[in-house]
């Protein structure tokens, strides 16, 4: 076990508003955290003396290339940043003008990509300088050697007028500059965090971080990351809450939302201590003590593994760190099926649970109305069986080829996020106006983070059962030597006691409250745009004080 702790920020140089008098009084090192200002009107010069905005916070860098100006980022040309044009007009946190030569990106608080140097060259450049553009970028690529504007244009008309209709050479260039805009139009905002880690993702928001590792029962080394909270005025411990992510995810996926509407940083906001956990098996927690991912073995576990052995000890080593009697439990899909088979496994960890909220809780399939999984289910022994034969264990993981297709086919345009959002909703369930497409970059990073086979077929298993919820099936002979009985083990969910869907409703034994959300799919409970007032304010409300 081991951890690590991180600053809660960039070192900087913090430029206050433009109300501070003298200029040297507006400068001050730091090693605190950059806090955004909450008025956002007027307009600011970048470069010389800034006039005519109010209560605008900027912070430059130690380096000096960068400029923060509340919700934009701002890199001028390293050549020129000494002229005066540097002109940058918001207005409620929108971007209403802009003027500057180079190279230019701007940024909001959010990593979405607003402005860039592609959109300044679509919006002011002449015919004549897309041409020269044009003809440079052909030489580069070598289709083109050394022939002049004119014969390149006259050569385009030949090409474009060959079916009988004359088209002026400025009438070529007109409809070229107009399709470049509208390509430029339907690029997707790329997002900075696309490729980031779990704890890049949390200090790129501006929160501290740090690693944990523990190791479970039969050997699988995990690893927690942990936004830690200030000690109380006491010196004790914040209250902490764990979070539990679903299948194929890991602990990014609270993080595809913006950090206004993701839980754990609502959580952080409000001085919790916030653990996020990853299962075993997803690139966080692919490590053994015995066994390497590229063996078979690494990969023979189920929701039970997880439910025996992870998490039990997940909330024992975060209570042993805090030296808190209990914490609070927050779990997604599968992070609720694992929850429950922990507390029948294990019934005194119920009283180290001061209150478990599931989201989107999973437990009996059988009523699930995905028709894609209810047409695979039925084949889900010999697919597994197919699978094992070719020597598959540990699959559905993008990282690599997969990640740079979803990126290609998933993530350029809006055309491309509107489509992989009606394939995500054939999965997730329908309500597509409750996810942002500018978000599909980050959602697509989220989707394929690796498991076992019999973590997949397990799903199978219980929707073919009806209504229980039941360990692993191993066939007849394999369950005799497990369960001692034909048919797998059905867990006892009235043994749980910790504070906590029809079914689910029915075998729970100590419910707070229970809200069903008509309108959302499995993915809004992490992703959706109407989060916080649908679902988190009331979340928050339910948890023991911090």
């Known amino acids: 076990m081991d951890s690590s702790n991180q600053k809660t920020g960039p070192r900087a140089l913090l430029v206050q508003s433009s109300a501070q008098s003298g200029r040297d009084q507006s400068l001050h090192n730091t090693n605190q955290q950059w806090t955004k200002s909450k008025t956002t009107t007027g307009a600011l010069w970048l470069s010389g003396k800034p006039k005519n905005f109010t209560d605008v916070t900027c912070r430059e860098t130690i380096t000096k290339k960068d400029i923060e100006c509340d919700l934009i980022r701002f890199r001028p040309h390293p050549y020129?940043?000494?002229?005066?044009?540097?002109?940058?007009?918001?207005?409620?946190?929108?971007?209403?003008?802009?003027?500057?030569?180079?190279?230019v990106t701007i940024w909001n608080a959010d990593n979405i990509l607003l402005y860039s140097k592609s959109d300044a060259n679509t919006d002011r450049l002449s015919p004549g300088q897309l041409l020269k553009n044009w003809r440079r970028k052909s030489i580069e690529k070598g289709s083109v050697d050394k022939l002049s504007a004119g014969q390149l244009l006259n050569g385009w008309r030949r090409k474009a007028s060959s079916g009988g209709d004359t088209i002026s050479p400025g009438r070529l260039l007109q409809g070229w500059r107009r399709n470049v805009e509208v390509q430029e139009a339907n690029r997707l905002p790329q997002n900075v965090e696309t490729f980031f880690t779990t704890p890049d993702?949390?200090?790129?928001?501006g929160y501290p971080v740090e690693i944990h590792h523990v190791t479970s029962e039969d050997g699988y080394i995990l690893e927690l990351h942990r936004i830690p909270a200030i000690l109380s005025t006491d010196g004790t411990h914040r209250k902490a809450v764990f979070l539990q992510h679903g299948v194929l995810e890991a602990s990014s996926t609270w993080f595809v939302n913006p950090s206004n509407r993701s839980l754990p940083l609502l959580l952080a906001d409000k001085s919790y201590d916030v653990w996020l956990g990853n299962f075993r098996g997803n690139r966080y927690s692919r490590r053994h003590v015995k066994f390497d991912p590229r063996q078979t073995d690494f990969w023979r576990f189920s929701w039970d593994e997880i439910g025996t052995f992870d998490i039990p000890v997940v909330i024992n080593y975060i209570l042993s760190v805090t030296g808190l009697p209990t914490l609070s439990y927050i779990g997604h899909s599968l992070g609720c099926g694992v929850f429950f088979i922990a507390m029948a496994k294990h019934p005194e960890l119920n009283a180290k649970i001061d209150t478990m909220v599931a989201l989107a809780p999973l437990s009996s399939f059988a009523h699930f109305t995905t028709g894609i999984f209810r047409k695979l289910a039925p084949y889900g022994n010999a697919i597994e069986t197919f699978l094992r034969t070719v020597g598959t264990w540990g699959w559905l993981d993008s990282e690599g080829v997969g990640d740079i297709l979803l990126q290609r086919k998933c993530a350029q345009t809006y055309q491309q996020a509107k489509r992989c959002l009606k394939a995500l909703n054939i999965i997730m369930g329908s309500n597509p106006e409750n996810l942002q497409l500018e978000l599909m970059p980050l959602v697509k990073a989220n989707l394929l983070h690796g498991t076992s086979v019999p973590m997949i077929a397990q799903f199978a298993q219980n929707y073919l059962a009806g209504e229980t919820f039941q360990?692993?099936?191993?066939?007849?002979?394999?369950?005799?030597?497990?369960?001692?009985?034909?048919?797998?083990?059905?867990?006892?969910?009235?043994?749980?006691?910790?504070?906590?869907?029809d079914w689910l409703l029915t075998q729970l034994g100590n419910i707070k409250r229970s809200v069903r959300i008509q309108t959302y799919n499995h993915g809004d409970f992490l992703w959706g745009t109407d989060v916080n007032e649908m679902l988190y304010n009331s979340v928050l409300a339910d948890l023991p004080p911090p």
Do not use: C, Q
């Open 201 to 205: 993702i949390i200090r790129n928001r």
């Open 80 to 103: 020129k940043e000494k002229r005066k044009h540097f002109y940058i007009g918001i207005n409620n946190g929108a971007l209403t003008h802009m003027e500057a030569p180079g190279s």
């Open 471 to 501: 360990a692993y099936d191993f066939g007849r002979k394999g369950n005799v030597i497990r369960y001692g009985s034909i048919k797998p083990l059905a867990y006892a969910l009235k043994n749980i006691t910790a504070p906590d869907v």
